[in-house]
């Protein structure tokens, strides 16, 4: 008998038939359909249901596809086909050392007596398994990366006896992301009403308030900017008076006619002065407001003598 140890790797051939023909025409139907009932103006309801079926039939999600690949063999100048394999990956994306799971079923076979001549195996993150091994199908199980990134499963395909060891190698590319959690821890730290990224791209928001630990030290009423930087604040600072009494006068007059006395009153005014920086002078009257004693003052005129003068 010959002996064929002649290795064979083709490129792998994906499997588009039937499944691809069949998702093709059921496409076309449905869309067939909107187009009738658009036309129609009416049953807008159904339409949008053919839509979401028609994204439903095309969705993906987090599902690897299975691909199939074949291992051809060669004899003299033949080459021909002589077990395709069909794999997949239960997830496209992983989380950090989550478990896959590889699956693997023989879907052509060249001689109805060669199923003990197949094997099927997957490498993934370094651990080599075997999927099946002379049988029609099979699992195998393994963890991916703990790094974050795109990786590959090495699914290899053989058909080996005595006389030949016939394989192809095919690469099922896969994504671990670690899942992202946002970090705000920051906030404290960045002033109310700015925003900053939380790593994950999203947004935090900063609670960072006005510093107005020295608002006593600024005059009640009077605005000034955070010594953080975070808005303004507003003083507190209470104005303290001290009063003062001035007299004022409306002139001495003093009328001797006659030798008679007119006594004219100064009146005091009472005024509150300000005493650390803040308010203004307020003027009070009578001097009862003023806090303080505060004594209206008279001016007497001189006493008046007189003496008769006789001719």
């Known amino acids: 008998a010959p002996v064929l140890a002649q290795v064979v790797a083709k490129k792998p051939q994906l499997n588009f038939w039937p499944g691809g023909i069949i998702a093709g025409i059921v496409l076309l139907f449905i869309f067939s359909l909107v187009l009738i009932f658009i036309r129609r103006k009416k049953g807008s309801l159904v339409v949008i249901f053919l839509i979401l079926a028609g994204g439903m039939l095309f969705s993906n999600g987090n599902e690897a596809k299975a691909d199939t690949f074949t291992v051809y063999g060669t004899y003299e100048s033949f080459v021909f086909p002589v077990v395709s394999y069909t794999v997949s990956l239960n997830k496209a994306i992983y989380s950090p050392s989550e478990q896959a799971v590889a ?30 091994n002379g049988s029609w199908s099979g699992t195998a199980h393994a963890n991916v990366q703990s790094v974050s990134g795109s990786y590959s ?108 006395q007119l006594i004219t009153t100064e009146t005091a005014h009472c005024t509150k002065v300000p005493t650390n920086g803040c308010g203004s002078p307020i003027p009070l009257y009578p001097p009862s407001k003023c806090g303080a004693s505060c004594i209206d003052t008279k001016v007497t005129c001189p006493a008046c003598s007189w003496s008769e003068v006789r001719p």
């Open 153 to 260: 499963a090495a699914f290899t395909g053989s058909w080996l006896n005595q006389y030949a060891n016939w394989y192809t190698k095919y690469n099922m590319p896969y994504t671990v992301t670690a899942p992202c959690t946002p970090d705000c821890a920051n906030a404290p730290n960045v002033c109310t009403g700015t925003s900053f990224g939380d790593g994950c791209n999203g947004t935090c928001w900063g609670s960072k308030g006005p510093d107005c630990s020295g608002a006593g030290a600024v005059c009640s009423g009077v605005s000034y900017p955070s010594p953080n930087g975070c808005g303004n604040c507003i003083g507190t600072k209470v104005p303290t008076y001290a009063p003062t009494c001035a007299p004022v006068s409306t002139g001495n007059v003093c009328d001797q006619t006659n030798c008679g």
């Open 103 to 132: 699956t693997g079923a023989i879907s052509f076979i060249n001689c109805s007596n060669g199923l003990s001549y197949t094997k099927l195996e997957v490498n993934i993150n370094g651990a080599q398994s075997t999927i099946l």
